[in-house]
C-alpha cells in the first residue's frame, strides 16, 4: 500500500444523501475502465509498475497483448516489482520464495522452492482485463465475476472514433481525482485561463465568466451509453469587464472574426473523462482523464484529437501538436489548472471540506456531475480493495 486510505465517516456521507457515492469515492469507483498507460511505454517483454484506484498493478506486453495483474504475491503479500523475475515470457516468478504465475489469468502454475506443493493451479493473483486504445492501455479495475462493460461506456462519446487522430501527454498531479474532474469541468473557472498564452495564439475570445443563470446542463445517462454532464457554453451570457466598487479592474478578450465560430462545450463523463469541443481551436477536440492513483494523486491524461483522412492532414497534425497544442496548450494553458487542483487538494484533502464549500448558482453543473455519479457508480473503490 503505497498511502495509508480511509473510509469517509458515515456522518458526512449522510448529509449528501445526492451525491454520498461520489463523496465515498476518494479512491475512484470500482467496475470502471480506465487508462493507466500510453501504448509506447509497454514494450514487448517488459514489466511496468501503475497505481490505479489505490491498486497497485504490474503490465507485461507478451506476443504483443498487454496483460495486467496485480503487484502482490498470494503467499506473504510482497510486491513482485522489488525484484522482477520472469524465466519465460508468460510467467513471472516472485522472488522470495517462487511462487510463478502466468500473465494471462494469474495462474499459481508453479512454486520453484515447493514444486509438489497442493497449492499450485489452485489460486490465482488477482489479473485485469486490458484494452488498448488511441494510444492508451486501459485497464478494467472490477470485482470478481463483474463482466467489463465495453470501453465504450467508459469514455466520452467520439473519443473512440476512427477518423480522430489523437496526440497524447501523461502527467502526476498531487490532488485528488475528484479535484481534477471539477477544476477541468468548472465553467467559472475560466477565470484563472484569461492572460494565457493560448489566447492570443488561437486569436480566440475569451471571457472571464458568465452570469449566474448560465449553469443548465444536459444530462446524459441513458443504458448502455457514457454517462456525462454536457455544458454549452454558447448557451451563457459572458463577462467581459470584472469590476470592483463599479471600477473596471480586469477584462476578458473579446474578438469580432469575420467567419461565424463556434463556440467550446465541455463534458463530463464517467468515471473520469473530459471532452472540450472546439478547443484548443476550432476542430480540434481536447480530452482529458483524471485517473485515481492515490487519494491524493491522480494521473493526468491530456490529449488534443482531430478529423484526419489523408496523410497530409495527419502529418500536419502532427507537428502542430508538438510545436503549438503541447507548449502552448498542456504547458502553459493546462498548467494554470494543474496549479489551480494543487491548491484545491489543500482545502478537499479533509472530508469535511466538502461540506464547507460555498458553491453559486454557476456551480450548479459540478453539483449534477456528483449526483450522476452517485446514481451511476457501478461500485466504490474500498480501503480493502488495496
Ligand atoms: S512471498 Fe512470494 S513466494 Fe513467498
Ligand atoms: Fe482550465
Known amino acids: 500500500m503505497s498511502e495509508q486510505a480511509h473510509f469517509v465517516d458515515e456522518s458526512l456521507l449522510n448529509k449528501v444523501p445526492r451525491w454520498r457515492n461520489y463523496l465515498a469515492a476518494k479512491l475512484g469507483f470500482r467496475n470502471h475502465w480506465y487508462p493507466v498507460k500510453l501504448s509506447s511505454d509497454v514494450l514487448e517483454g517488459k514489466v511496468s509498475q501503475a497505481t490505479v484506484c489505490g491498486e497497485e498493478i504490474l503490465l507485461k506486453r ?32 516472485c522472488w522470495y ?28 493473483v488477482k489479473s485485469y482485463p486490458v484494452q488498448e486504445a488511441k494510444g492508451l492501455i486501459f485497464v478494467f479495475v472490477g470485482d ?32 485528488n481525482w475528484r479535484v481534477g474532474c471539477e477544476n477541468g469541468f468548472d465553467g467559472l473557472h475560466v477565470y484563472i485561463h484569461r492572460a494565457s498564452e493560448l489566447v492570443p495564439d488561437t486569436q480566440r475570445s475569451l471571457p472571464i465568466g458568465h452570469l449566474a443563470k448560465s449553469g443548465d446542463v444536459l444530462v446524459h445517462e441513458e443504458a448502455g451509453a457514457p454517462k456525462g454532464v454536457y455544458d454549452a457554453f454558447a448557451n451563457h451570457t459572458s463577462i467581459w469587464e470584472g469590476k470592483v466598487d463599479g471600477q473596471v479592474v480586469v477584462t476578458g478578450t473579446k474578438r469580432v472574426s469575420e467567419k461565424p465560430t463556434r463556440t467550446t462545450a465541455a463534458s463530463l463523463w464517467m468515471p473520469c473523462g473530459l471532452r472540450v469541443d ?4 476550432q476542430d480540434i477536440t481536447q480530452f482529458e482523464f483524471y485517473v485515481p492513483v492515490t487519494e491524493s494523486k491522480h494521473l493526468y491524461v491530456m490529449l488534443v484529437g482531430k478529423r484526419v483522412s489523408t496523410e497530409e492532414e495527419s502529418a500536419h497534425f502532427n507537428h502542430e501538436f508538438w510545436n503549438r497544442w503541447k507548449p502552448i496548450g498542456f504547458e502553459n494553458f493546462n498548467a494554470q489548472d494543474i ?48
Not at 97 to 124: M, Q
Not at 278 to 281: C, E, G, N
Not at 343 to 366: C, H, N, V
Open 62 to 93: 507478451v506476443d504483443g497483448e498487454v496483460k495486467a495483474i496485480r503487484d502482490r504475491c498470494l503467499h506473504r503479500g510482497v510486491k513482485f516489482s522489488e525484484k522482477v523475475e520472469c524465466y519465460t515470457p508468460d510467467t513471472i516468478t
Open 97 to 124: 520464495h517462487g511462487f510463478t504465475y502466468k500473465w494471462n489469468d494469474g495462474k499459481l502454475c508453479d512454486i520453484l522452492a515447493s514444486p509438489d506443493s497442493k497449492a499450485i493451479g489452485r489460486r490465482s
Open 144 to 175: 470478481e465475476g463483474f463482466e467489463a462493460p465495453p470501453l465504450a461506456e467508459d469514455v466520452p462519446p467520439t473519443f473512440l472514433d476512427d477518423d480522430l487522430e489523437l496526440h497524447c501527454a501523461i502527467y502526476e498531479v498531487e490532488s
Open 278 to 281: 472546439d478547443f484548443p481551436d
Open 339 to 386: 496549479q489551480a487542483r494543487l491548491a484545491l487538494q489543500t482545502f478537499y484533502k479533509r472530508d469535511t471540506a466538502w461540506l464547507d464549500e460555498m458553491l453559486i448558482e454557476g456551480d450548479s453543473p459540478l453539483i449534477k456531475w456528483r449526483e450522476l455519479c452517485h446514481r451511476h457508480a457501478r461500485g466504490i473503490q474500498k480501503p480493502e480493495h488495496m
